[in-house]
């Protein structure tokens, strides 16, 4: 089936080719979206978005729930070496709940 | 690089990277020296560093002239009215790609989310991918084609090419890849982590195995261009000092376990299964423990791996990715495993990180925020590997061999003239950024600025080329043989099983034994 640049396309490629951007039309433009439309599938991705993942994220910088680590974030700040020192469990401010998210 | 030939190196055989991939046994035949001179003005890891290092030059700036003089007091006041402030460059709008579509109906006035349990008849129209809100991204979509256009042209007159013959064929593999978006942009195949490489790739595979590559888009087939280029881009995002925030268990789970099951399967690979190509067996090993698709394309063009295997593992990847972000999540809950235990688990296993935040983000909150922290570490690993490998390759497996056979040690000559020099602007881009990012005050806000406003939409780009430009000179057949005996495949499921076993234990270790108190604290116990 291939076609290298110095043969000249074959009938068999063309519709070939042509059969493959037909299934694509079919599956973007019809099928992907009624399944997109699905109350199911609605709420999952709102639940994703509200956790701000990205799905097609490459790296780590193209993930926005990166910047936002809510319980991470407020176990540094109570217990700044609590991740360095396994026996460090003084708090910086005692009377705080330390399991607190920050809000 | 020549186009004719599908099982071209990454690395272009014009400079100094002619070697065999495949074999250490293979003599390298004697090239004609290329002053290092001559070669920074013409050869394709020199200007990927160029191109590469004026861009993010270019944008580190623009923000720079746009910091306010008094930014510490606008963050101040910010802070005080409890809102996160946000710096943003004045190319955010310039540079664009197809944005997503066919998502949730937008907000209506009151700003209160749309209906959503009610099935909606129709909607997601592509050409939704072109615009964000009322304003359309074809402008910022066209200003990239012009800047890539001019810059690779460039440098393709600089190596002796024809500047508008590389035009002609860059429009249409340029066209291609703003496909790849699209397809790639819509809701559903979004949800499902099928990224724009594989629709890129697809693009690319589908052209050349059907009617054949078009004679004019052969100039501008420049994957290794483009790829190293996009390294260079990358580099900005590879922040050192991100490594430490997890502490000791993040760094053990990252930094000590992915080494080790990397080594291993390369190992694995090479003395039980005798893989003949040592550059696809690197690639698969990467990309199975380090982090998916970014890994992959980083150590391929370290080890000079062939396009056909570049896809191979790409494509590998990709589909146990799949399998593993709805796996994993289920046997975490079977096995009650906590939180942060299996946060640190699936950072740690699976490829990509959309699917490791996807993973972590059905478990809970605190599982997604250990599974994307280490995750993120892991990301920053990748400049380590490509350099780690770059050199193991110049220094071994293209070692040359004396009349016995014996392997000869290069001296640093060989060794500089062998070394794929995208990988120092890799390098020096990440140590120039990182430096940026912890030495003022305000380095992270301005980094993160830099990369989000701009240099990430570049570096997209740049990798969407590639693939197309892969997927254009690839043949079935090609990657049909990667399949024969099983062999690569065999080597991924036995290295990921290592590498869940290891990275289970280690997490364990760390989150549940040594640093037990910090996770009874996160996890409120």
Redesign the interface.
């Known amino acids: 089936m291939n076609a290298s640049a110095n043969d000249k396309p074959s009938l068999r490629g063309w519709l070939a080719l042509l059969t493959v951007i037909c299934a694509v039309v079919l599956l973007w433009g019809f099928v992907f979206p009624a399944w997109t439309a699905s109350p199911q599938f609605q709420q999952r991705q709102a639940l994703r978005e509200e956790q701000g993942i990205d799905l097609a994220a490459f790296f780590y910088t193209d993930l926005d729930s990166i910047e936002n680590r809510q319980h991470l974030d407020a176990m540094r700040e109570q217990r700044p070496w609590a991740l360095w020192f396994p026996w460090s469990s003084e708090e910086v401010s005692p009377t705080n709940d330390s399991t607190a998210p920050a809000e | 690089m020549n186009?004719?030939q599908p099982s071209d190196p990454i690395s272009p055989a014009s400079s100094e990277n002619s070697a065999s991939d495949n074999s250490a046994t293979e003599i390298v035949t004697a090239e004609k020296p290329v002053s290092t001179w001559q070669q920074m003005k013409t050869a394709e890891d020199w200007w990927a560093i160029w191109i590469g290092g004026f861009l993010l030059v270019f944008c580190l700036f623009a923000v720079l002239a746009y910091v306010p003089s008094n930014l510490g007091e606008q963050i101040e006041e910010a802070k005080a009215a409890g809102e996160k402030f946000a710096l943003t460059s004045p190319l955010k709008n310039v540079f664009a790609k197809p944005g997503a579509w066919?998502?949730?109906p937008p907000k209506n006035e009151e700003g209160s989310?749309a209906e959503?349990?009610?099935?909606?008849?129709?909607?997601?129209n592509?050409i939704d991918a072109f615009w964000s809100g009322d304003k359309s991204r074809l402008p910022g979509i066209l200003c990239v084609f012009g800047l890539a256009l001019v810059l690779f042209g460039l440098a393709i007159s600089a190596a002796g090419g024809n500047f508008w013959g590389f035009a002609g064929g860059f429009t249409f593999v340029f066209v291609l890849a703003t496909g790849a978006y699209v397809?790639?942009?819509?809701?559903?195949?979004?949800?499902?982590?099928l990224?724009?490489a594989l629709w890129a790739l697809a693009a690319g595979l589908?052209?050349?195995?059907?009617?054949?590559?078009?004679?004019f888009a052969?100039p501008a087939l420049r994957t290794e261009l483009f790829i190293k280029t996009g390294l260079v881009i990358?580099g900005a995002?590879v922040l050192i000092s991100?490594l430490i925030?997890?502490?000791?268990?993040?760094i053990f789970v990252a930094w000590v376990v992915t080494p080790i099951v990397l080594i291993s399967t390369y190992a694995f690979g090479q003395k039980v299964l005798k893989i003949e190509s040592r550059s696809l067996n690197m690639v698969i090993s990467a990309d199975m423990s380090v982090?998916g698709?970014?890994a992959a394309i980083a150590t391929a063009a370290a080890c000079k791996a062939k396009k056909e295997e570049l896809s191979f593992a790409v494509g590998l990847s990709l589909t146990f990715t799949v399998i593993m972000m709805i796996v994993l999540p289920a046997v975490i809950k079977m096995l009650g495993l906590s939180p942060v235990l299996g946060g640190a688990w699936l950072g740690g296993t699976i490829d990509?990180?959309?699917?490791v935040?996807?993973a972590g983000?059905m478990l809970d909150?605190?599982a997604?925020?250990?599974a994307?922290?280490v995750?993120?570490i892991q990301?920053i690993l990748i400049g380590v590997t490509a350099f780690g490998v770059a050199t193991y390759w110049v220094t071994c497996v293209e070692a040359k061999k004396d009349e016995n056979g014996a392997g000869v040690k290069p001296d640093a000559g060989e060794i500089w003239r062998r070394f794929p020099k995208f990988v120092l602007g890799f390098v020096a881009a990440s140590i120039v950024f990182s430096i940026v990012y912890g030495a003022w005050e305000h380095g992270p806000l301005l980094v993160?600025t830099v990369?989000?406003d701009s240099t990430?939409t570049l570096r997209?780009w740049f990798?969407c080329l590639a693939f197309v430009s892969i997927g254009l000179e690839t043949?079935?057949?090609e990657l049909a043989k990667f399949l024969k005996g099983g062999k690569p495949l065999i080597l991924y499921v036995c290295g990921q099983s290592l590498n869940l076993v290891l990275t289970l234990f280690m997490a364990w270790l760390m989150f549940e034994v040594?640093?037990?108190?910090?996770t009874d604290?996160?996890?409120?116990r």
Do not use: W
């Open positions: 186009a004719d066919g998502q949730l989310e959503t349990t009610e099935p909606v008849d129709y909607y997601g592509p397809l790639a942009s819509q809701a559903f195949v979004k949800h499902y982590n990224e724009y589908l052209i050349s195995n059907t009617v054949g590559t078009p004679r052969r990358l995002e991100r925030e997890l502490g000791v268990p993040g982090c698709v970014s990509s990180t959309g699917a935040a996807a983000g909150d605190i997604l925020e250990v994307a922290t995750k993120m990301n993160e990369v989000k990430k997209g990798f043949n079935f057949r040594v640093f037990r108190e910090m604290n996160l996890l409120g």
